[in-house]
């Protein structure tokens, strides 16, 4: 991997400013520590957070595509599953991933740090406030809210409560980690909170007499990989793309294809000491956020223009000072690359889509 030639400075001065905790974190995380990065254009970083569904279920049967290595040739493919998205976003900073998959609101903290490409559709879900049920947002005013602090889930948040006609400084937020929530509010240690899956379900799965989804803000997820990456190796994140292609193939094929990729994902949360989840839980959540996506996952081309969802959340994250001022809606429009799965969709038997192979070894 090659470190980003993008200069720290400008309009990435206040966003560098907010992720200075956020990087910190990041590089003194445990889980990240024998991490070994890429040191040129051939060695391919790839670090999905691995803590949220259907993200691990994808990555994990990614990471195990013996069809991608071989098209990968003489390039390498390093895998770094992450805890959360932000950590995404300070070790793209730091030029440490070429490849990541992430929330839209991410990959819109991304397009305002670092020059990115996004090549593919891979999860289309809901950012969810839980709390108990019958309640409306308006009545959190007052309350504790369990947030992440930043990323999607807080997003989620913040939206929810515009709507309502209400502030960051009209709740109580308790800054947690999303792996606690659902633990806190059963124990009314929160009133609610606001995450991805698979949080939500966690708590709405079991108990579901008692507290309720009260609002669901739609959040697309993308593979996105680094502008320089995919000038100086396009094949490889074009074989990557292809590996995506072929594991969403592969999951719709049959049932058995989806709980043995959910066994896989069970077991790489449990590592990160994410929620505990069974493997049907986990089953239900990807079937419902990835699998009823198109049968290859592309990118809808109205999600790139101005008036588009995508759009209204770039704005939305500047005018809370979640993005930098100087921050341009061109940038994220520019990142948005359709040609990569147009190659794949038209050279199906090159790039082997319906071919699967996922039985090696994982070290």
Do not use: C
Request: proline share 5%; net charge positive; hydrophobic share 45%.
């Amino acid at each position: 991997m090659t470190i980003l030639g993008r200069s720290i400075s400008g309009r990435f001065l206040l966003l560098v400013l907010v992720l200075g905790a956020v990087r910190a974190g990041a590089e003194d995380s445990p889980y990240y520590a024998k991490y070994k990065y890429g040191s040129s254009a051939a060695e391919i970083d790839f670090g999905p957070v691995i803590t949220a569904v259907p993200n691990a279920v994808v990555a994990e049967v990614i990471r195990r595509d013996r069809i991608l290595r071989e098209g990968l040739g003489r390039n390498t493919l390093r895998y770094h599953p992450l805890d959360k998205g932000p950590d995404a976003v300070a070790l793209m900073l730091d030029g440490k991933l070429d490849a990541t998959l992430q929330s839209d609101i991410t990959m819109l903290e991304l397009a305002a740090a670092v020059e990115i490409t996004n090549v593919a559709l891979f999860k289309e879900n809901f950012g969810v406030v839980v709390a108990r049920k019958g309640q409306a947002i308006a009545e959190l005013r007052g309350k504790r809210v369990g947030t992440p602090g930043g990323g999607a889930g807080h997003f989620t948040l913040l939206q929810a409560l515009d709507q309502a006609g209400l502030r960051d400084a009209d709740i109580v937020p308790v800054r947690m980690e999303v792996r606690d929530m659902p633990a806190a509010l059963l124990a009314g240690r929160i009133d609610a909170f606001s995450a991805f899956e698979p949080a939500p379900s966690t708590v709405l799965l079991k108990h579901g007499d008692r507290y309720a989804a009260i609002y669901r803000h739609r959040s697309p997820g993308y593979l996105i990989v680094t502008r320089k990456i995919r000038k100086e190796n396009p094949e490889a994140v074009t074989q990557l793309a292809a590996a995506l292609a072929r594991a969403v193939n592969w999951l719709r094929r049959d049932r058995n294809n989806l709980q043995r990729a959910s066994e896989w994902a069970a077991q790489a949360i449990a590592t990160f000491k994410g929620p505990q989840l069974t493997v049907k839980e986990i089953m239900q959540m990807t079937r419902s956020s990835l699998l009823e996506l198109r049968e290859v996952p592309q990118m809808a081309r109205p999600d790139a223009e101005s008036n588009s969802l995508i759009a209204r959340n770039f704005r939305f994250l500047k005018e809370h000072g979640r993005l930098p001022a100087s921050a341009e809606w061109n940038s994220v429009h520019q990142s948005f690359d359709f040609g990569v799965m147009s190659e794949v969709l038209s050279n199906r038997k090159r790039y082997r889509i319906d071919t699967f192979d996922y039985e090696m070894p994982v070290d």
